[in-house]
């Protein structure tokens, strides 16, 4: 079992930065087995990657759209996920989850939201012109 809480949300101008964070409710063992990432979504649209991090922490996949702008990182010892945004976009506003897949082997890092078995209650970040 895994409970994941997100904070970090909030409101931003087109060019700014927040930093998301995923806090892991489980024990140190399993949250180390597990890939993590982050997914965002807008009312009316399917759930869209963002990025995601294996269980070493040296494996980062980033969907195009934030390539460049968002860097996401994992503290194993903390239980903890980041995702730090810069530069961002009026397109970057939507509801952000963190997410955990407790069966992902070492090498990989899953990047469709049916992989990940665990999910956050979301943050919102809102950014303006």
């Known amino acids: 079992q895994v409970h994941l809480v997100e904070s970090g949300g909030g409101l931003a101008q087109a060019g700014q930065s927040l930093r998301l964070d995923c806090t892991a409710s489980t024990s140190a063992y399993t949250f180390s087995r597990c890939a993590l990432a982050w997914f965002r979504q807008v009312p009316g649209k399917e759930r869209e990657f963002v990025a995601a991090?294996?269980?070493?922490?040296?494996?980062?996949v980033y969907a195009d759209s934030v390539k460049g702008r968002f860097a996401i990182s994992r503290d194993n010892d903390k239980k903890m996920m980041s995702l730090q945004m810069n530069n961002l976009q009026r397109e970057d506003k939507a509801l952000y989850y963190c997410?955990?897949?407790?069966?992902?082997?070492?090498?990989?890092?899953?990047?469709?939201?049916?992989?990940?078995?665990?999910w956050g209650q979301g943050t919102q970040v809102t950014v303006s012109s």
């Open positions: 997410a955990a897949d407790v069966n992902a082997i070492m090498s990989n890092v899953p990047t469709t939201s049916r992989d990940y078995d665990y």
């Open positions: 991090v294996g269980r070493s922490g040296k494996g980062m």
